[in-house]
């Protein structure tokens, strides 16, 4: 798929978006030559940059990785000749009452994992704060973090009355920002995201498109524990029956697809099936239910009714002290 001056948000409903490269160019080499290397500073990564051939494909993570982030590995691996795993927990996409300090890390847990895939090249740039940010960032108005600095990427028209937009004011802007400097750090071809975190993935496709910059982007598909719970780096948060109990926003989802394959139509009633579905869970807080356009997830009223060529419904939660969110597409 090739977007350029014709293409429109509504094809953003495939699973890759092209601009122009060619895949991996040489298939052939055996994964136990695996080559591993870290580095944590701009100016160590670029020098190793120099001296890749060929496709570089970049996974862009704040670390605590799991299958999922696994999965979007394997993904690059499969597409380019290098993968890049940028490990970096972004405090421009924390506002002050959020997590920032408690989020989980454990870089060294991640490099075993990620040496566990025996994944032919790859590089892991796992920079400081200060590698990212340097100088201060004094406070804007409009946004919460305190750690955006005096350039940024607002994409604040972009998400604008979007249901998970609404939730975390200013994260977006804070998660392109990053975004955009890794992105001119590590200069991918490919950049491999996660469907879980749609509206993200949306978001940088865009702004990849607005900014004419030269990079495919490709979507790998959400991985699930046994019970259905999207895996998230935020679970650990959760205890053993805790999470076992987050199940139930999966089985609320799959509700909501259910109603729209028997032929629900109507906004309403799916997003209040789902709702009450979350409620059956004692302590989850249900921060919203939301069904939206498939190719921008722009959301639909109440009234609305889901159009033939499906949409998305998507939730964020509350429960045992991590924020959760899911979505699937309905038909």
Known sequence: FFFGNEATMDQFTDD?????????????QPFDQMQLEMVRTIAEYRRVRAKLSGTVGLVPTMG??????????RLSAAKCDHTVVTIFVNPAQFAPNEDFDSYPRQVQEDINLIRQERVRS??????????????ACPPHPDLPSTSIPATYIDVERYVAGKAEAQSRKGFFTGVATICVKLFNITTPNVVVLGKKDRLQCYTLIQVVQDLCMPI??????????????????????????????????????????????????SVAAIVDAVTKHLKTLEGLEVLYVAVS???DLVDMDGSDSIPDHGAVLSCAVRYGGARLIDNVDLL
């Open 16 to 28: 890759v978006f092209y601009d122009g490269f060619s895949p991996r160019s040489d298939n052939s």
């Open 64 to 73: 605590c990785l799991h299958e999922a982030h696994m999965s979007l590995i």
């Open 122 to 135: 790859v590089i892991v740039f796992c920079p400081n704060q200060s590698e990212m940010f340097p100088g």
């Open 216 to 265: 495919e982007i490709i979507l790998g598909e959400t991985h699930r524990e046994p019970n259905g719970l999207a895996m998230s780096s935020r679970n650990k948060y959760l205890s053993a029956d805790e999470k076992q109990n987050a199940g139930v926003i999966f089985a609320a989802m799959c509700k909501g697809q259910e109603l729209c394959t028997v032929g629900t139509r």
């Open 293 to 295: 356009t498939r190719g």
